[in-house]
């Protein structure tokens, strides 16, 4: 069991930069892959970006490669998720999840524990 908590949301200007943070409880973070969906009003949750348990591998959705960065710290049990260069469209809930597995996934449905949610909106 590991309980997920995002923080870093907030109100920039398009072209500025957030840095989120999702904190894991529990002893065992580094056993888990992690992952950044989010989901826009009205719309499907959908994925962000991805890593490995040891943070070894990577995988970004078409929309956000080269503009956000996922990376974790384990002694810490903490994923980030750096976003620069935001657009309008990227206004979302962002949620990080975890998954008992050592390979990442790009689907929703391979995550058991997810993070409340913290709200994103970029300003045109």
């Known amino acids: 069991q590991v309980q997920l908590v995002e923080s870093g949301g907030g109100l920039v200007q398009a072209g500025g930069s957030l840095r989120l943070s999702c904190v894991a409880s529990?002893?065992?973070?580094?056993?888990?892959?992690m992952g950044w969906f989010r989901q826009a009003p009205g719309k499907e949750r959908e994925f962000v970006a991805a890593?490995?348990?040891?943070?070894?591998?990577?995988s970004y959705a078409d929309s956000v490669k080269g503009r956000f960065t996922i990376s974790r710290d384990n002694a810490n049990n903490t994923v980030y998720l750096q976003m620069n260069c935001q657009k309008p469209e990227d206004t979302a809930v962002y949620y990080c999840?975890?998954?008992?597995?050592?390979?990442?996934?790009?689907?929703?449905?391979?995550?058991?524990?997810w993070g409340q949610g913290t709200q994103v909106a970029i300003a045109s």
């Open positions: 999840a975890a998954r008992g597995s050592v390979a990442l996934s790009t689907h929703n449905f391979n995550y058991a524990y």
């Open positions: 529990g002893r065992t973070f580094s056993s888990y892959a």
């Open positions: 890593i490995s348990r040891g943070g070894s591998s990577t």
